[in-house]
């Protein structure tokens, strides 16, 4: 079974209001999680990494201010895209390493449809 | 700079031809880790095989194999008498200590098998 849960798995909303998703790590803590975001016919690329009582690190080019992160438990992490608009339409997916890093666990992805 | 390169974008072939998919990586770290995922039209990301940097050795798992190559920087991916079924998108990835395991994500290659 999954050892990562994420939800929602699809959601669609208008422009302009706030999407969370959730990634929670079923039967391990996971101090870091990675956060990323697929464009259609495009890679995973890396947007931040959740860690665990501290800030997240952003990557080059994504705004923290708009995607919001929060890793509240040793399973819980979460991305909230704010202010929504149809450009940041895509694939959104985490992960969470296991023990020593060199085992990563995907969540299922959820897709984020802004009308 | 691209640190794993997918040179082929899309590849068609006709069921139970042998198909290979290519993967080049790009690091400075001498402990890595090498991911090759398939990515079906649900979006989900399938872990096909992990292999760590000091781990030369080829691996087959069916009608899948993988042959890493240090010394040309090559991971790369064969599905023997390929199926309809083995149709996705196939991912390759690489994880650095020095990066706290995040992945970095080739491009994909998009394998259509037809009947």
């Known amino acids: 079974g999954a050892v990562v849960s994420q939800h929602p798995s699809r959601v669609i909303c208008k422009s302009g209001t706030s999407v969370k998703i959730e990634c929670r790590s079923l039967?391990?803590?996971?101090?870091?999680m990675f956060w990323y975001r697929q464009f259609p016919k495009q890679s995973l690329m890396l947007m931040a990494t959740?860690?665990?009582?501290?800030?997240?690190?952003?990557e080059q080019g994504v705004e923290k201010d708009k995607f919001l992160i929060n890793h509240a438990s040793l399973t819980l992490s979460t991305l909230t895209v704010t202010s929504a608009h149809p450009e940041d339409s895509s694939f959104y997916i985490c992960?969470?390493?296991?023990?020593?890093?060199?085992?990563?666990?995907f969540g299922a992805g959820t897709r984020l449809s802004v009308l | 700079a691209q640190k794993v390169t997918q040179a082929q974008t899309e590849i068609s072939v006709v069921e139970k031809e042998d198909v290979t998919l290519d993967c080049v990586y790009e690091?400075?770290?001498?402990?890595?880790?090498l991911f090759w995922y398939k990515q079906p039209p649900s979006g989900e990301l399938v872990f096909l095989i992990r292999?760590?940097?000091?781990?030369?050795q080829n691996e087959i798992s069916g009608r899948y194999s993988w042959n890493f190559q240090k010394s040309t920087s090559s991971f790369n991916f064969t599905i023997t008498a390929s199926q309809v079924v083995d149709s996705a998108v196939y991912f390759c990835?690489?994880?650095?200590?020095?990066?706290?395991?995040?992945?970095?994500f080739g491009k994909g290659t998009s394998l259509l098998v037809t009947p």
């Open positions: 992960s969470a390493p296991r023990s020593g890093g060199d085992i990563q666990y």
């Open positions: 039967d391990f803590q996971a101090t870091t």
């Open positions: 959740s860690n665990e009582g501290s800030k997240a690190t952003y």
């Open positions: 690091t400075r770290d001498t402990t890595y880790y």
């Open positions: 292999r760590n940097s000091f781990d030369e």
């Open positions: 990835a690489l994880s650095e200590v020095n990066s706290g395991y995040a992945l970095n």
